[in-house]
T-cell receptor, first 114, second 115 residues
Framework: KNQVEQSPQSLIILEGKNCTLQCNYTVSPFSNLRWYKQDTGRGPVSLTIMTFSENTKSNGRYTATLDADTKQSSLHITASQLSDSASYICVVSAEGGSQGNLIFGKGTKLSVKP | DAGVTQSPTHLIKTRGQQVTLRCSPKSGHDTVSWYQQALGQGPQFIFQYYEEEERQRGNFPDRFSGHQFPNYSSELNVNALLLGDSALYLC??????????????FGPGTRLLVL
């Protein structure tokens, strides 16, 4: 069964600190992996999209890594800001799957405290 | 350039009622997907519309139906509402079919509460 598991479920860090969120998936065959940021009560916003051949991609203070062999991805946030408080969702698309075949993780809820 | 818009933003209904949610895709996008997101969960795919036809459907009952108009906007209809239908309903738009990697833009969502 295609699944996406994220950890931790929630995380609290102090402003200015770094953190890393994890995503493990069992989706096969793999096409691409996305990280989204979702503010409370809002729609998700895309941070990064990585295909099989990419093992790292950055978007400002956000850096995503992908290990397609171990089927793991991480999202690293550098020098966190209060505005980084949100849920971060890992989404995996299966090869050949159309736009409806996205498997969403449950997300990691990040709280950045002053 | 307006992004994906959804209406209404919030809605309260009672069990057994029917509801219609609306979505306008990002300019230039022709494909609309609908998702249901329960509190604390990731979005669950309901269905997708392209060229005014339902192209794919997730594991949702027939109470959930939709429509796409010639201007690519879309509606999600839910009949015989249940308490468990309370959720954030997200609309996402994208361009075309068949691309290996494509970008999907989400709207702000409609928060539905069923009492």
């Amino acid at each position: 069964k295609n699944q996406v598991e994220q950890s931790p479920q929630s995380l609290i860090i102090l402003e200015g600190k770094n953190c890393t969120l994890q995503c493990n998936y069992t989706v096969s065959p793999f096409s691409n992996l996305r990280w989204y940021k979702q503010d409370t009560g809002r729609g998700p916003v895309s941070l990064t999209i990585m295909t099989f051949s990419e093992n790292t991609k950055s978007n400002g203070r956000y850096t995503a890594t992908l290990d397609a062999d171990t089927k793991q991805s991480s999202l690293h946030i550098t020098a966190s800001q209060l505005s980084d408080s949100a849920s971060y969702i890992c989404v995996v698309s299966a090869e050949g799957g159309s736009q409806g075949n996205l498997i969403f993780g449950k997300g990691t809820k990040l709280s950045v405290k002053p | 350039d307006a992004g994906v818009t959804q209406s209404p933003t919030h809605l309260i209904k009672t069990r057994g009622q029917q509801v219609t949610l609306r979505c306008s895709p990002k300019s230039g996008h022709d494909t609309v997907s609908w998702y249901q997101q329960a509190l604390g969960q990731g979005p669950q795919f309901i269905f997708q519309y392209y060229e005014e036809e339902e192209r794919q459907r997730g594991n949702f009952p027939d109470r959930f139906s939709g429509h796409q108009f010639p201007n690519y906007s879309s509606e999600l209809n839910v009949n015989a509402l249940l308490l468990g239908d309370s959720a954030l309903y997200l609309c996402a738009s994208s361009l075309g079919q068949g691309a290996r990697v494509w970008t999907q833009y989400f709207g702000p969502g409609t928060r539905l509460l069923v009492l």
